[in-house]
C-alpha cells in the first residue's frame, strides 16, 4: 500500500524558515518524481514543485523560485521542501504528491500525502 | 500562467449526468494531452480521477470520463450518486515543466 506520511509545518513570521518532510512508503521510491501541491484557506490547488526520481531534475513555480528548495533523500525515502523567506501569501496546506511519472511531471498525481499546514504571520 | 477557468458551482439530480469544463489556452490545455481531474472532498487531500485527458486510474468508477476539444477539457460524471458531492479540480501541463490548476468547481448532489 501507499504512503505518504508528511511532517513539518506550522507557524512562522515573514521572513522566516520551514521544512516539510514527506515519508514514502509501498512503492520504488527512485522510480517516481515527487511534487509539492499548496491550497491557500477556502481557495484552489496550485503546483510548487517537483523533483525527477533520480533526483537530478528539479523544477519551481515562478511563485516559489529562489525561496523553495525541493529535495529527496532515497536512502530513507523521504522528500523534502525548504521553505525560506517565507510571505503571507505562501499560508498553505502543502501536500507532498506521487507523480505517475519518473523524469518529471505531467500533473499527474496519483497519491497524496495528508497534507501540512503553513502559516505565515506576525 | 493565469489558473484554468473552470465554473464555480454544478448540480445535478441523483442518476442524471453532469458536465464540468476546464478552459485554458492553446499553451496549456490545447497544447498537450496531458489533463488530469481531481475530486476533493473538504479537509482531505485529493484524488486522482482522470489522467491524460481522458484515462482512469484503476479503482476510479467508470462513471467518470474525460474527453478535449480544442482548449478546452471536460470531466462527465453519468449515474449521480450523493458520494460524488465533492471540489472537482483540472490541471493541465503548460511546457518547461509547469502545471496549472483551474479554481475548482463545486459539485452538488440535489
Known amino acids: 500500500e501507499v504512503q505518504l506520511l508528511q511532517s513539518g509545518g506550522g507557524l512562522e513570521q515573514p521572513g522566516g524558515s520551514l521544512r516539510l518532510s514527506c515519508a514514502a512508503s509501498g512503492f520504488t521510491f527512485s522510480t517516481c518524481a515527487m511534487s509539492w501541491v499548496r491550497q491557500a484557506p477556502g481557495k484552489g490547488l496550485e503546483w510548487v514543485s517537483t523533483v525527477s526520481g533520480s533526483g537530478s531534475g528539479i523544477f519551481y513555480a515562478d511563485s516559489v523560485k529562489g525561496r523553495f528548495t525541493i529535495s529527496r533523500d532515497k536512502s530513507i525515502n523521504t522528500l523534502y521542501l525548504q521553505m525560506n523567506s517565507l510571505r503571507a501569501e505562501d499560508t498553505a496546506i502543502y501536500y507532498c504528491?506521487?507523480?505517475?511519472?519518473?523524469?518529471?511531471?505531467?500533473?499527474?498525481?496519483?497519491?497524496w500525502g495528508q497534507g501540512s499546514l503553513v502559516t505565515v504571520s506576525s | 500562467q493565469s489558473a484554468l477557468t473552470q465554473p464555480p458551482s454544478a448540480s445535478g439530480s441523483p442518476g442524471q449526468s453532469v458536465t464540468i469544463s476546464c478552459t485554458g489556452t492553446?499553451?496549456?490545455?490545447?497544447?498537450?494531452?496531458?489533463v488530469s481531474w481531481y475530486q476533493q472532498y473538504p479537509g482531505k487531500a485529493p484524488k486522482l480521477m482522470i489522467y491524460?485527458?481522458?484515462k482512469r486510474p484503476s479503482g476510479v468508477p467508470d462513471r467518470f470520463s474525460g474527453s478535449k476539444s480544442g482548449d478546452t477539457a471536460s470531466l462527465t460524471v453519468s449515474g449521480l450518486q450523493a458520494e460524488d458531492e465533492a471540489n472537482y479540480y483540472c490541471n493541465s501541463y503548460a511546457g518547461s515543466n509547469n502545471v496549472i490548476f483551474g479554481g475548482g468547481t463545486k459539485l452538488t448532489v440535489l
Open positions: 504528491a506521487k507523480d505517475q511519472r519518473a523524469t518529471s511531471t505531467r500533473g499527474s498525481f496519483d497519491y
Open positions: 492553446s499553451s496549456d490545455v490545447g497544447g498537450y494531452n496531458y
Open positions: 491524460e485527458v481522458s
